[in-house]
């Protein structure tokens, strides 16, 4: 369960989709991403809130050339000139989701749920080519779960098995991603044992994350 | 006089009701937080998870791992609660969000509201989380200022611009003029140093003017 983050992100492979946890830094797993960087990984997909701030993090693993599309809702920020101009240059691909969508389509990949209709994006040109229902009165869109092969979120405290909890808003995508991926990673910033944690404050349970890295 | 940005943040405080759940916007809807009584119970929403935001953290309050939706460091009220994204936007979405209060680069008569691209063919797409707030909460709020700076106005019969959500705003808060809009069409619901001949002439389009005028 306990590895270093070179054993721990050796799970990725060529071509994988990788979700990435972090709401800006907040929640970002900069250390597991840093570990994927010198693991060499490549022509990836990349889940995650955002495209990368700054040089550090995902903005890092971008630079290194290593991901062939990022699926994100909010791209677009004061320092995120990585992703700016790699997109610019045409050398990655963008999807733009609906950060409730994102978050939805993640949640159902992790609950087994085949595909969702949701209000948001009706009537906008995110709507185009997506199917659409007219429920109770209402109109619909047809939107399909997002699954990851690898997760690498940021928890605050683990115990041994796995467990985790979280620190304020750098929860955010951690929870949903940990379900929606083969390979849950999660680094923390401390591993106790088991029993130590109190059962009814644990947000992920075990069952859902397979390694951890303390950092 | 028209309104500064200071005045409109406290007209649109002013008619959140007490113990709403409230989403402000990031950017000018933000400034709402600095208007809203201490008693009023307002408890405000931030999108990355958290119910009970407190005002921006200075000095050694700075947390990291606390944040708004603008990626600003804020603190926590008593009484506060965090959530994974997936429960915030349920919360949302589910229709438990009282007041979401958005800017607009465009909003039309019958309450679509444009504004998360202009559509300009080099910029980057990026839409967060406004096409799930404009759907999700019980009432949209805009506030923006009614012209543009090329002088046309950003109330119109029908955007131009990409939508963010359809037939969602309820209430509009400019510099000038506060409107409803809806189904019926754009109602002036009350000016600030223009009057509502002026007003009408200006925007350009039918505007029903209330009987309290």
């Given at each position: 369960m306990i590895f270093s983050a070179e054993e721990a992100v050796s799970a990725v492979r060529d071509g994988d989709t990788v979700l990435v946890g972090g709401f800006g830094m907040a929640g970002?797993?900069?250390?597991?991403?840093?570990?994927?960087?010198?693991?060499?990984?490549?022509?990836?997909?990349i889940v995650s809130n955002n495209a990368g701030n700054g040089d550090t993090g995902l903005?890092?693993?971008?630079?290194?050339?290593?991901?062939?599309?990022?699926?994100?809702?909010?791209?677009?920020?004061?320092?995120?000139?990585?992703?700016?101009?790699?997109?610019?240059?045409?050398?990655?691909?963008?999807e733009v989701v609906p950060q409730g969508n994102l978050a939805e389509r993640l949640r159902a990949a992790g609950a087994g749920i085949g595909a969702f209709f949701s209000p948001t994006g009706v009537g906008t040109p995110l709507a185009e080519g997506k199917e659409s229902r007219v429920i109770d009165g209402r109109e619909y869109l047809l939107e399909y779960p997002i699954r990851g092969d690898v997760a690498l979120i940021r928890a605050h405290v683990a115990d041994r098995m796995g467990n985790l909890v979280y620190r304020k808003t750098a929860r955010n995508f951690g929870p949903v991603m940990a379900t929606a991926a083969a390979v849950t990673i999660a680094q923390v910033a401390r591993i106790v044992d088991v029993g130590q944690l109190d059962p009814e404050v644990i947000v992920t349970p075990a069952i859902y994350v397979n390694r951890l890295v303390q950092v | 006089m028209s309104l500064s940005r200071e005045q409109m943040?406290?007209?649109?405080?002013?008619?959140?009701?007490?113990?709403?759940?409230?989403?402000?916007?990031?950017?000018?809807?933000?400034?709402?937080?600095d208007y809203l009584r201490?008693?009023?119970?307002?408890?405000?929403?931030?999108?990355?998870?958290?119910?009970?935001?407190?005002?921006?953290?200075?000095?050694?309050?700075?947390?990291?791992?606390?944040?708004?939706?603008?990626?600003?460091?804020?603190?926590?009220?008593?009484?506060?609660?965090?959530?994974?994204?997936a429960d915030s936007f349920a919360m949302m979405r589910g229709g438990h969000l009282d007041v979401c209060i958005m800017g607009a680069f465009q909003v039309s008569a019958r309450g679509?509201?444009?504004?998360?691209?202009?559509?300009?063919?080099?910029?980057?797409?990026?839409?967060?989380?406004?096409?799930?707030?404009?759907?999700?909460?019980?009432?949209?709020?805009?506030?923006?200022?009614?012209?543009?700076?090329?002088?046309?106005?950003k109330l119109v019969p029908e955007c131009t611009y990409p939508l963010t959500?359809?037939?969602?705003?309820?209430?509009?808060?400019?510099?000038?003029?506060?409107?409803?809009?809806?189904?019926?069409?754009?109602?002036?619901?009350?000016?600030?140093?223009i009057t509502a001949d002026?007003?009408?002439?200006?925007?350009?389009?039918?505007l029903v003017s209330s009987p309290f005028d």
């Open positions: 970002m797993p900069v250390e597991l991403i840093d570990a994927l960087i010198e693991h060499g990984a490549g022509d990836l997909t903005a890092a693993l971008l630079a290194a050339g290593r991901v062939r599309k990022v699926v994100c809702s909010f791209p677009r920020q004061t320092d995120s000139w990585v992703f700016d101009g790699l997109y610019r240059a045409g050398q990655i691909e963008l | 943040a406290e007209i649109v405080a002013r008619d959140i009701p007490e113990g709403a759940y409230v989403n402000l916007g990031i950017g000018q809807p933000t400034m709402v937080a201490p008693d009023s119970g307002v408890v405000l929403h931030t999108e990355n998870g958290m119910l009970g935001m407190g005002r921006p953290a200075t000095g050694d309050e700075i947390d990291p791992d606390l944040t708004n939706a603008g990626k600003q460091p804020v603190t926590e009220l008593p009484g506060a609660a965090y959530f994974h994204h679509d509201l444009a504004n998360w691209s202009t559509g300009a063919p080099d910029a980057i797409p990026a839409v967060g989380g406004a096409m799930d707030l404009a759907i999700g909460a019980k009432q949209v709020f805009v506030m923006m200022s009614l012209f543009a700076k090329d002088g046309r106005p959500g359809r037939g969602c705003v309820s209430r509009v808060y400019t510099d000038v003029a506060t409107f409803s809009v809806g189904p019926d069409g754009a109602r002036i619901i009350e000016t600030f140093g002026e007003l009408i002439n200006r925007v350009g389009m039918p």
